[in-house]
């Protein structure tokens, strides 16, 4: 049962991504490439890592989709404003395509077969595996990060803030 429900998910992710690349309106696109993050937060999920399929529904599907497609919107795109693309892009967009899948299967030529583990462990993935592995073996890091962050949450809010009035000019 499994692997049908992952050999959907692998069409689906397919189809949504050549969709998302072939599609004329970039809305669509948009959405398309939505509908490919989810299949792949699917994959995530039979791999039992749930706390990595909800974080990548929450940022990628969530925020940065949203802000893609504001950003469109606020463009305001359309055939009349966008000019064609000259025969010569085309054609070395697709010697580039074709060349970057050649490569790619040369490479997974010389593979050797993955062997699987012997013993799986079921808890690697779930959100208290995880909280555990951060809040004791890595708690340093962790913080650091933390303090790196709110370090440039408040950079930016001080840059954003910055006294914009006008400056008497010296004669």
């Known amino acids: 049962m499994t692997f049908y429900i992952f050999l959907f998910l692998a069409a689906l992710a397919v189809f949504c991504g050549l969709m998302t690349v072939t599609s004329r309106n970039p809305v669509h696109s948009v959405i398309f490439l939505i509908g490919c993050f989810f299949a792949i937060a699917g994959h995530y999920l039979l791999l039992n890592a749930q706390f990595l399929a909800v974080v990548h529904i929450i940022v990628y599907a969530g925020a940065i989709m949203v802000l893609f497609l504001f950003t469109l919107m606020m463009m305001n795109l359309n055939e009349a404003s966008e000019g064609h693309k000259p025969a010569l892009a085309r054609i070395s967009a697709v010697v580039s395509a074709g060349l970057l899948l050649f490569i790619l299967i040369a490479a997974l030529k010389k593979t ?60």
């Open 112 to 171: 050797e077969p993955f062997a699987p583990p012997l013993t799986i462990d079921h808890s690697i993935g779930l959100v208290k595996a995880l909280g555990n592995t951060l809040l004791n073996e890595y708690l340093l890091p962790f913080e650091f990060v933390s303090i790196l962050l709110l370090s440039s949450m408040v950079g930016a809010v001080l840059i954003a803030k910055r006294d914009k009035s006008p400056k008497p000019e010296l004669e």
